[in-house]
């Protein structure tokens, strides 16, 4: 039996590109982002959404392809917040409706739920981002 050459190339077409994926406006959570304004409460307005771009990557054997794993590449997009008083609850005119990229921190990425197959579709459901742990969590239906 011929071994298989380690590098993995796409034959199915000439485009590089075609394991490479974006989901676009994923609804997420993020929490936690006291630990960058201690002195305040933060909160985040309405339901942030992001795209999310992601690749699948063959898992090589001696002799075959034995799985895939799905590997995250990053998530972009933005999302408005405010700081309130700790005491009062609030809010500090000056932050009111405050911007800030997601991709301004630097995020660990899970994938929460064990993709088995890929006999059906695969795409990003859900993102949690903990700004306390910097790791954010992916969900995949």
Request: glycine share 6%; with cysteine.
């Amino acid at each position: 039996m011929q071994r298989l050459d380690k590098t993995f190339k796409s034959k199915s077409s000439e485009n590089p590109n075609n394991w490479n994926f974006t989901t676009k406006d994923v609804e997420a959570t993020i929490f936690n982002l006291e630990k960058y304004n201690p002195n305040y409460l933060v909160g985040v307005h309405e339901v942030p959404k992001f795209d999310v771009n992601w690749h699948i990557q063959p898992q090589l054997e001696e002799f075959g392809v034995k799985g895939m794993d799905i590997v995250i590449d990053g998530v972009t997009g933005i999302f408005h917040y405010s700081l309130y008083d700790k005491n009062t609850h609030d809010i500090i005119e000056k932050s009111k409706d405050t911007l800030m990229s997601i991709n301004e921190f630097q995020w660990t990425y899970n994938i929460t739920n064990n993709v088995k197959g890929f006999d059906e579709a695969v795409y990003v459901t859900a993102l949690d981002f903990n700004a306390g742990n910097m790791v954010c969590d992916v969900t995949f239906g």
